[in-house]
C-alpha cells in the first residue's frame, strides 16, 4: 500500500531534534512518507538560537511546487515561516496547489529559547496560513499573543481557542502543557501529572489528556504533533481522532526517550521509536477511534461555550 504524502514546510535545525527534520521523522513513523520544503536556514542548538537565514519566498515556492509535481501532497504541515512574505508565498502556493488540508503551527519561541518569527505580531506574520489552516496548533505562549491577554486556566484555554476560531481555522487546539497551575483546581501544570489541550471547531469541543513523560529530551513536541496529526489526516481520518492518535505517539516517541540528553542541554525524543495506530490502541476494531489506548490519552467531550 502507498503512503500517504505529507508536505513538511519549516526551518532547519542542525541537531535534527526540531523543525523538518523532526517533521520528516515523524511522518514516516506514523505511516507516511514525507516531503519538505525548507523556510529558513537556522543555527541552533539545546541552549539557543545563533542565526537564522530565512529563504528567498520565490525558492519556498519553487521548493512546493517541484514536490507537487512528484507527490500527491494531500496535507500539509506549516511550522516556522519566520516573516510574512514567505507565509504569503505558501498561502499562495495552498491556492494554486489545492491540498486536501493544512496543519499550521504557528512558531513563535523555539525550544531552546529565542524567537523564530519577525513582524508586528505572530498573528500578523502567520494571518494568510491562519485563514486557510483545517488546524491551528497554538502553545499557550503563542495563543496568548494571539489574544493578547494571559491564558492560565483550562477555562480560558477554551475561551481563546474560540476566539482564534474567529481568524479563520476550522479547528484550534490550544497546548496546554506549560501551564502554571494544578490540575485540581480546573487547571494544569508541568509539574502536574497531567498534560492538557484543548480542541474545538465551535460547535464540537474536546478535552485531550495525557499523562506527562518526564524526560529531559523533549524538544520539538509542538512540531511533531503537528506533523503526526496532518499524516493522520491525510489517511483519513477525522480531526478529533487525529488529535487523539497524534498525542498517543508523542506519548510514544517520549516514553522511548534515552535518558541521557545532549550535551549542553534537553535533547530529541526518539521519533522513529514511537508507535504506530496498531501498537498505540487497545481496540482490535478496525477503527479510527483510538480513545482505549496503551499511553492514556483522553479525548472527553466538553461544551461549548457561547
Not at 505572530?122 to 497554538?138: F, H, S
Not at 460547535?203 to 511533531?224: H, I, K, L
Not at 488529535?243 to 545532549?262: D, E, K, N
Request: proline share 6%; aromatic share 4%.
Amino acid at each position: 500500500m502507498t503512503p500517504d504524502a505529507v508536505l513538511a514546510i519549516g526551518g532547519s535545525d542542525p541537531t535534527c531534534a526540531s523543525g523538518v527534520a523532526a517533521d520528516l521523522k515523524t511522518i514516516h513513523a506514523c505511516g507516511g512518507y514525507g516531503a519538505i520544503a525548507i523556510t529558513a536556514v537556522t543555527a541552533q542548538s539545546s541552549t539557543g538560537v545563533t542565526s537564522i537565514v530565512p529563504i528567498e519566498p520565490t525558492e519556498v515556492a519553487r521548493q512546493i511546487e517541484a514536490a507537487s509535481l512528484e507527490l500527491d501532497l494531500k496535507f500539509w504541515k506549516v511550522g516556522m515561516v519566520f516573516e510574512r512574505k514567505i507565509a504569503e508565498s505558501i498561502s499562495e502556493s495552498v491556492g494554486s496547489e489545492q491540498p486536501l488540508g493544512l496543519v499550521v503551527d504557528p512558531v513563535g519561541i523555539a525550544s531552546s529559547g529565542g524567537s523564530l518569527f519577525i513582524g508586528n505580531s505572530l498573528g500578523w506574520t502567520y494571518g494568510p496560513l491562519i485563514q486557510q489552516a483545517t488546524l491551528l496548533t497554538p502553545n499557550l505562549s503563542e495563543a496568548e499573543e494571539l489574544v493578547d491577554r494571559p491564558i492560565n486556566t483550562i477555562r480560558k484555554m477554551h475561551e481563546a481557542a474560540i476566539e482564534i476560531l474567529a481568524m479563520g481555522p476550522r479547528w484550534v487546539l490550544v497546548k496546554g502543557g506549560h501551564m502554571d497551575s494544578g490540575v485540581t483546581a480546573g487547571q494544569a501544570n508541568d509539574q502536574s501529572p497531567q498534560s492538557v489541550d484543548i480542541l474545538t471547531d465551535g460547535q464540537d469541543s474536546f478535552m485531550v489528556s495525557a499523562p506527562r513523560v518526564q524526560t529531559v529530551n523533549d524538544r520539538g513536541t509542538g512540531c511533531t504533533l503537528a506533523s503526526a496529526t496532518a499524516t493522520f489526516l491525510a489517511s483519513g481520518m477525522d480531526v478529533p481522532n487525529a488529535v487523539l492518535l497524534a498525542r498517543c505517539y508523542l506519548a510514544g516517541a517520549l516514553s522511548a526517550a534515552p535518558p541521557t540528553a545532549f550535551r549542553s542541554g534537553r535533547g530529541a525524543m526518539a521519533h522513529l521509536r514511537g508507535r504506530s495506530r496498531e501498537d498505540c490502541c487497545l481496540s482490535d476494531e478496525p477503527t479510527d477511534d483510538c480513545r482505549e489506548n496503551r499511553f492514556g490519552v483522553r479525548l472527553v467531550d466538553i461544551p461549548t461555550p457561547h
